[in-house]
């Protein structure tokens, strides 16, 4: 069936489960365009099961055409156009999966499969359709930039670029415990998103001294990978993100002298934005966007550079402007530490023993 959907808070309806094979005519958000989405595929896994896609095919032509996969933990039917990246570019099919357990590929739960080896196989069953011409990116903000390391790191053959924004893959104590201190509002985000952590992540490591020291080795070695990533990748992030200090270090792990960097003055939810808070920032507005179409039109078309002016591009939030780099930080960077004060302020040495306390929140 069809339909002419318009709206200001979603492009799309969810489809109906019974449905196997659905056409809908979609508008786009963000231009005069109309895409024909075949919704209620599933894909086969290696691993068993099969998980549910809907394929947003560009408006005009037959293909075949380059993809971009994203790979939601959410439920795809509740994502809308104005979500899709670039804009909805006219040059690229959208492949949205619903991850495993998750969404309408809920019968395929299996907590011992690898969701990397999942993301593998949505690969290569894009390349094996009439529709794509082999040449295939993924693209996703957080938990869909997270699966994008976990896939690049099986190396499927037709996977070109990634493009990861406000995700690392190392998953290290202080992600959890800054300062030492247990991050209860994050812990309490993921149960509620459907992320299950183990038991460990939540005990505190002064009452399990011994367990906690062994637990934080193993996951914090099996998820520091960045080495392992040969695809050209664009890593986007912001200054007021708590991964930030994740997705660089992939960065500089990475070997692939293709591999690029995006910082910007965002928080997580709010990249490509020009606003953060009571900031403004608008020559940060739509730059990710940007960058992404170039990088990505590079990598899977053969046109423009592909950001080659530079692998590191940042925004110095003081001048209010960009800069390019050959590596981050800047050569000739120099840190400095700073400690709270018992007035409030920050001082450069730690208070003296004795002084008198305070309390922050």
Same mark, same amino acid.
Request: with cysteine; hydrophobic share 35%; proline share 8%.
């Given at each position: ?23 809908v005519t979609l508008a786009g958000c963000n231009e005069p365009e109309y895409h024909t989405v075949a919704t209620g ?65 809920? &019968? ?15 690969? &290569? ?28 790191? &099986? =190396? ?10 406000? +995700?690392?893959?190392? &998953? ?35 009452r399990a001294p011994l367990i906690s020291k062994h637990y934080w080795q193993d996951l914090e070695g099996e998820s ?8 050209? +990748? ?24 293709? =591999? ?21 920032? +608008? ?12 990088f990505l039109d590079f990598h899977l078309r053969g046109v423009g550079s592909g950001l080659s002016e530079g692998p ?36 450069? +040495? ?12």
């Amino acid at each position: 069936m069809t339909r002419r959907l318009e709206g200001t808070m979603r492009c799309f309806a969810a489809k109906a489960a019974a449905v196997l094979l659905t056409v809908v005519t979609l508008a786009g958000c963000n231009e005069p365009e109309y895409h024909t989405v075949a919704t209620g595929l599933m894909i086969p896994m290696s691993q068993g099961g099969a998980l549910a896609a809907d394929v947003y095919p560009p408006p005009r032509g037959d293909g075949p055409w380059p993809a971009i996969l994203l790979q939601i933990p959410y439920g795809k039917s509740l994502w809308d156009a104005t979500r899709l990246p670039l804009d909805s570019d006219l040059n690229y099919a959208y492949v949205l999966v619903d991850r495993r357990g998750r969404g309408d590929s809920s &019968e395929a739960l299996d907590p011992d499969a690898e969701p990397g080896i999942d993301g593998y196989d949505c690969v &290569e069953w894009i390349a094996a359709q009439p529709w794509s011409d082999g040449h295939i990116a993924t693209w996703g903000t957080s938990a869909l930039g997270l699966i994008q390391y976990k896939t690049a790191r &099986e =190396k499927p053959p037709h996977l070109d670029a990634i493009v990861p924004l406000a +995700a690392g893959p190392w &998953e290290h104590f202080t992600k959890y415990y800054p300062g030492g201190v247990q991050r209860e509002d994050y812990l309490r985000t993921l149960v509620t998103l459907g992320f299950f952590h183990g038991p460990l992540v939540k005990v505190n490591p002064s009452r399990a001294p011994l367990i906690s020291k062994h637990y934080w080795q193993d996951l914090e070695g099996e998820s520091d990978y960045g080495a392992e990533l040969e695809v050209p +990748a664009l890593l986007i992030g912001g200054w007021y993100d708590h991964a930030t200090e994740r997705l660089v270090r992939a960065f500089n792990q990475m070997p692939n002298p293709t =591999k690029r960097l995006v910082m910007g003055p965002w928080t997580h939810n709010g990249i490509d934005q020009g606003r953060s808070g009571d900031l403004g920032f +608008a020559q940060a507005e739509h730059f990710a966007t940007h960058a992404t179409r170039s990088f990505l039109d590079f990598h899977l078309r053969g046109v423009g550079s592909g950001l080659s002016e530079g692998p590191v591009w940042w925004y110095e939030m003081g001048a209010k402007r960009w800069h390019t780099g050959a590596s981050w930080p800047p050569p000739g960077t120099s840190t400095s530490r700073f400690y709270l004060t018992a007035g409030g302020g920050l001082g450069d +040495a730690p208070s003296s023993a004795g002084s008198e306390s305070s309390t922050y929140t």
